[in-house]
């Protein structure tokens, strides 16, 4: 059974960095329409897409996150980055990584992790960021 775990959440003052990691075991990237992506969730709102990227949907940010955040997939170490620059308040979260051989763009979800729409989760890392 495939998995995927999280490291590199943290808390960081506004204007921080962090890199989020996630490694899968069980199952392989190396398929480039393998798609991986993060999400965010704040307690008591909906859970939203914050980057993806897939061999035939390309690359997506969030347009608040456009500009400071960067993902990037190191498919022979089965894993995929978060690096987030300039890091705001607001970005405060509990970020879940994801993947599936058949990424859709699904840009909010009711809740994380949700295995009906992606078959791969994450169990999530805390990102805090203080003023």
């Known amino acids: 059974e495939g998995q995927l775990v999280e490291s590199g959440g943290g808390s960081v003052q506004a204007g921080g960095s962090l890199r989020l990691s996630c490694t899968a075991s069980?199952?392989?990237?190396?398929?480039?329409?393998?798609?991986l992506g993060w999400y965010r969730e704040v307690p008591g709102a909906e859970c939203e897409l914050v980057s993806f990227?897939?061999?035939?949907?390309?690359?997506y940010y969030a347009a608040s996150v456009k500009g400071r955040f960067t993902i990037s997939r190191d498919n022979a170490k089965n894993t995929v980055h978060l690096q987030m620059n300039s890091l705001r308040p607001d970005d405060t979260a509990v970020y879940y990584c994801?993947?599936?051989?058949?990424?859709?763009?699904?840009?909010?979800?009711?809740?994380?992790?949700?295995?009906?729409?992606?078959?791969?989760w994450g169990q999530g890392t805390q990102v805090t960021v203080s003023s």
């Open positions: 069980g199952f392989s990237f190396d398929d480039p329409d393998m798609g």
């Open positions: 994801a993947s599936d051989p058949s990424w859709l763009r699904v840009r909010i979800l009711l809740s994380c992790p949700n295995t009906d729409v992606f078959k791969y």
């Open positions: 990227i897939s061999g035939s949907l390309g690359t």
